[in-house]
């Protein structure tokens, strides 16, 4: 019971220890393997007592370890299919083999790994671990960034205690595309096989392949992020004094120069040998200390510099340098896209429209099957039902093509209702991902044409110049296609086999498609709306009335907020869950008569434990539905009536009723606190965001406006800093899904009513402001407030209103809201050596605004005519009466000590000065010193926002009225 030695080389839990096989070198032979959680391997060695080779760089989990004696090499198999070969003796990562490839040399392997349990590795349980701390320092001691993130997430949930263990959504690892399993019926048929299709690992790899060709500033200029952008403003928010960096480094350069002039003043003189050696080295010490202080503070600034914005071209010129180039021309067969070529070829609908057929054999590259296909389904808990054969024999016909053709043109659709939807949503969904990875098609001159150009361009093949007309012309072409193609089976499919006199046409689940209103993968969740919005329309208004009817009962009765936590709760209080369950999602194709069988795959995302009583399971799914239903009937269909003007209530599928409660229901979803029964971020509170901000003009009324905005900005700054634009593909993580799910809605609400939105926010800034005079008396950490972390997302909203057209007339009529929102959230050392509008350009669209940075201080006109002075010194404001109209433009001279005010309406040009008490000290007092009339502004000009009179000081004494005809006044003051 001795212990001998402890090793410390993993930077997680160890899950497993191998013993080698025999015929290993003797040193390898003294050793065991350790796999750990940060998917680590080591060769811990017992006789030398330390670790022998440490194999860090495997970036999904270990599943399987494989010896290769005579060649020295140990094999590290992955989840997601790829090998890594190491050399035992030397450590040294040999290759890096992934696909079909892996699992071959995986399989040449003659010897078998020993697996050998220790003691607590294989543990699920975390309370019987390591403690987390230990996890995090042996992360940070190896730089291995996966076990310092798993550390702390072990870390997290263990504060947050074991409730929410059970509802952590894990994301599930997606490696294969398509999986071919051997079916076989009877003993004449030993071809069978059945084709299990994974839609959502097909879109991934798709997109990785095509975002892997782009550079970072490809995708910024392609719209699939906007980091930069993001920096830009965030760094406004941030605390950075010029000033203060000056004066410290003037400081320094004193302390510097005067242990100079020290050293070289004599002191020798005057002191003895060893009180100058003392002062020689002190004087040393001082000088030293001062350079370094002043070279990292130097750094720091760069990098402020750096993160405002101020280095743009250099860093323009170091994306441009470090662009991501190609080593090599990789043309060889796309094995996804031939995975793709396979499902679409399948799942078309052939025979209904000839036309769209020979495009999509000629241009597109399809195959047109030769015999029908069988489907099947296979259910959320793996489970799989397949029917031989599933499809009507039709008319008698000797050929088999005809057969064939009625097959995918009629029986395909006459089948099942979640055949017909999965079908359909899996087809949309991986046509729109070609048409956005440059237009792909199956054509093999095509697409190797395609990657040339992608890779000469580094993807930026939208923007590229030099490509040919031939080229462009192609790319049009299967562009057109794809959208020929996706229009067919999303909105003309019904009436096309309406034509062909089939009478057993199943129709699409609009449940189902609710479900998946936000599904994780972008490609499917767009798919889902234009499906169920399509099928709504096909509704018509009296349809539509009907749905709501039969799941108005369904929707929950909530009143208005705060919103209590809580537990576990039946149907019958009005509980919400996360309504993943209840439809067989997972459906599977096959295949008989020697056809192949084909099977989708597209498993919910989320994985949630059964629940004890289905009935109450049943109830939570039908809410769902109802309100997502509901929802998006409102949000896209109602709305619009509304904005016609429609005065026919016949049309609106929701009445007064259902609109406030399904209001109420996506209040509720979006602002109650994250519980075990509904936790933070799932897809049902992503549609609820989503909802809220497509249809916030119908939903206002019956809504707490500033709730509702505070909770979306509270969800915008939950996640990190990188979060990519709607454009961008990829599943993301639940937190960065949240976050730009909460901010396309902030943008749709404040682009819908921009007037509600300055308000809203602004009240709400100004009771911050209210709490953080008294923060000290009340204990309140305001670093922890929602407008703090928000503020950059509140001045991008802000500045994407500013660029809108139709919200400048409002943004005008609130100015003084604009501005008080503009400086909570810009640091206001940014604006002691730096003008506003040059801090924020946005704000220079209004005349009615001037700061001068002499005096620090901001003049605002107003509609009332009056004029909002801001002493940003003192953090004080005052109203001054200035105009029986609206004020037109004003600006400061460059002193600051003269103002200058000028009313459109009024025809009237006014001069101001501020005077101070004696030293400064006192509030100061604004009066006005001269007025002039001046020649009566058109009609035209008064009527456009856009083309304003400006006001420019000559001089210090002299300003120039600039009017948008082109004329030009001079006033004195």
């Known amino acids: 019971g001795t212990l001998l030695h402890r090793f410390s080389c993993h930077g997680g839990e160890v899950l497993r220890l191998y013993v080698p096989p025999p015929g290993v070198s003797t040193r390898v032979g003294h050793c065991v393997c350790g796999v750990a959680s940060d998917h680590s391997v080591t060769l811990l060695s017992l006789k030398e007592r330390r670790c022998v080779m440490l194999a860090s760089r495997q970036i999904f989990p270990v599943t399987s370890i494989k010896w290769k004696p005579l060649d020295d090499f140990l094999l590290v198999g992955c989840s997601d299919g790829s090998v890594y070969i190491w050399q035992m003796e030397t450590g040294h990562l040999d290759r890096v083999v992934s696909g079909m490839a892996g699992q071959d040399v995986l399989e040449a392997c003659e010897e078998e790994a020993v697996g050998v349990g220790a003691s607590g590795g294989g543990g699920a349980d975390q309370t019987n671990l390591a403690n987390p701390a230990l996890g995090l320092l042996r992360g940070i001691r190896h730089r291995n960034m996966a076990a310092i993130k798993m550390a702390t997430q072990r870390g997290i949930n263990q504060l947050q205690g074991p409730g929410d263990k059970q509802y952590q959504y894990q994301e599930k690892v997606r490696a294969f595309p398509l999986v071919v399993d051997g079916f076989r019926t009877n003993q004449s048929d030993p071809e069978g096989h059945i084709l299990f299709f994974d839609v959502e690992a097909l879109i991934v790899q798709l997109l990785a392949e095509e975002y892997s060709a782009m550079s970072p500033g490809t995708m910024e200029v392609q719209g699939l992020t906007n980091q930069a952008e993001y920096d830009r403003i965030r760094a406004l928010t941030k605390v950075a004094s010029p000033d203060t960096a000056r004066k410290i480094t003037g400081f320094l350069n004193k302390v510097k120069d005067t242990a100079d002039s020290r050293l070289q003043a004599g002191l020798t003189n005057t002191a003895s040998p060893e009180t100058q050696r003392k002062l020689t080295g002190l004087m040393s010490k001082v000088k030293e200390g001062a350079e370094k202080a002043k070279g990292e503070l130097g750094k720091a600034v760069k990098e402020l510099e750096e993160r405002s914005g101020l280095n743009e071209e250099q860093q323009k010129q170091f994306a441009e340098e470090n662009a991501l180039r190609p080593n090599s021309l990789q043309l060889e067969i796309n094995l996804t896209l031939e995975i793709g070529q396979l499902l679409l070829s399948v799942l078309h609908a052939w025979g209904l429209d000839k036309d769209l057929d020979k495009v999509a054999v000629n241009k597109l590259g399809l195959l047109k099957p030769k015999l029908p296909v069988s489907f099947g389904l296979v259910s959320k808990s793996g489970g799989m039902s397949l029917l031989l054969p599933t499809w009507s024999p039709g008319p008698a016909s000797s050929s088999p093509s005809l057969s064939t053709e009625y097959f995918t043109s009629l029986g395909h659709w006459e089948l099942s209702h979640s055949l017909t939807t999965q079908h359909l949503l899996s087809l949309i969904a991986i046509t729109n991902t070609l048409t956005s990875v440059s237009n792909a098609s199956f054509v093999p001159e095509q697409e190797r044409k395609r990657k040339l150009v992608r890779q000469a361009t580094h993807g930026a093949m939208e923007n590229s110049t030099t490509t040919d007309t031939s080229f462009s012309r192609q790319q049009e072409q299967i562009k057109t296609g794809w959208s020929l193609l996706s229009t067919l089976h999303c909105v003309l499919l019904n009436e096309k086999v309406k034509s062909l006199g089939s009478t057993k046409h199943k129709k699409l689940l609009v449940e189902l498609l609710a479900v998946k209103w936000q599904d994780r993968c972008l490609q499917v969740r767009l798919a889902a709306q234009e499906l169920l919005v399509a099928e709504l329309k096909n509704l018509g208004p009296n349809g539509r009335k009907c749905l709501v009817e039969a799941w108005s009962g369904y929707i929950p009765k909530y009143g208005d907020p705060p919103f209590q936590a809580q537990g576990n709760s ?265 003008p506003l509008s040059e801090v924020f350009p946005p704000i220079q669209t209004f005349n009615q605004v001037s700061h001068c940075t002499a005096t620090r201080r901001i003049a605002v006109g107003t509609k009332g005519g009056s004029m909002v002075m801001y002493e940003l010194r003192a953090s004080r404001m005052q109203n001054i009466p200035a105009h029986g109209a609206p004020v037109t433009a004003l600006a400061f001279n460059p002193d600051g000590k003269n103002l200058v005010t000028y009313s459109a309406n009024e025809n009237k040009l006014s001069f101001w000065q501020t005077s101070t008490g004696m030293f400064g000290l006192g509030q100061a007092v604004t009066k006005c010193t001269k007025s002039y009339n001046t020649t009566p502004v058109p009609l035209v000009v008064k009527w456009n926002p856009l083309r304003s009179p400006r006001l420019v000081w000559v001089s210090n004494k002299t300003v120039t009225l600039l009017l948008p005809d082109g004329t030009e006044t001079r006033f004195n003051c």
């Open 570 to 834: 039946g149907p019958g209080n009005g509980t919400l869950s996360n309504g993943s369950g209840g439809q067989m999602s997972n459906h599977t194709n096959g295949g008989s008569n020697g056809a192949a069988a084909d099977q989708l795959v597209d498993e919910e995302e989320e994985e949630r434990p059964e629940d004890d009583d289905p009935s109450a399971a049943a109830a939570r799914r039908n809410q769902t539905t109802a309100v997502i239903l509901c929802g998006v009937i409102g949000a896209l269909f109602d709305m619009e009536q509304e904005k016609s003007g429609s005065k026919d209530s016949s049309l609106c599928a929701l009445g007064v009723g259902m609109t406030r409660l399904t209001a109420k229901a996506l209040m509720y979803l979006v602002l109650v606190p994250a519980n075990t029964t509904l936790p933070l971020h799932t897809p049902l509170r992503r549609a609820a965001i989503d909802l809220i901000g497509r249809g916030f003009t119908l939903w206002e009324p019956h809504l707490e406006v500033s709730k509702v905005l505070l909770g979306l900005l509270d969800m915008s700054s939950e996640a990190a800093m990188w979060v990519p634009s709607q454009k961008y593909g990829l599943p993301l993580t639940p937190v960065a899904d949240c976050c730009r799910t909460a901010r396309h809605a902030l943008a749709a609400i404040a682009r819908a009513r921009p007037g509600v939105f300055i308000t809203s926010v602004a009240k709400e800034i100004a009771r911050y402001n209210t709490l953080a005079t008294n923060a000290q008396t009340l204990n309140v950490n305001l670093q922890m407030h929602v407008l703090t972390r928000s503020k950059a997302e509140v001045l991008h909203v802000v500045e994407q209103l500013i660029a809108t057209d139709s919200a400048l007339s409002e943004m005008r009529d609130l100015l003084t809201d604009v501005v008080d929102i503009v400086l909570h959230c810009v640091d206001h050392n940014h604006l002691k050596q730096r």
